[in-house]
C-alpha cells in the first residue's frame, strides 16, 4: 500500500544523506522508523512478535482475580 508522507526540504536532504552513508533506501529507513514506532507503544510488528507477547502474557498470573484459599489444618 502506498501513502504520501510529506517533508520539509531539511528533513529530506537529512534523510537522503542518512539512507546513502547506510546503503538504504528511503523505503527502508521508513520501514525501519515505523517499526521502532510500533515497538515503542507495544503493538506487534509481525506474527512472531504478537506469538511472543502472546505467550508471555499466557504465562502470566492473573492480577486482582482469585485469592488462593487458606491452607487447611488437619483435624
Not at 499466557?58 to 482469585?66: F, I, L, V
Request: without cysteine.
Amino acid at each position: 500500500m502506498r501513502k504520501l508522507i510529506g517533508f520539509d526540504d531539511d528533513t529530506f536532504d537529512k534523510l537522503k544523506q542518512l539512507a546513502r552513508d547506510r546503503m538504504a533506501t528511503i523505503q527502508e529507513l521508513a520501514d525501519e522508523a515505523f517499526a521502532d514506532l510500533l515497538k515503542k507503544h507495544g503493538i506487534p510488528v509481525d506474527l512472531k512478535d504478537a506469538l511472543r507477547k502472546s505467550a508471555v502474557l499466557t504465562k502470566q498470573p492473573a492480577k486482582g482475580g482469585a485469592r488462593e484459599s487458606p491452607t487447611r489444618k488437619p483435624r
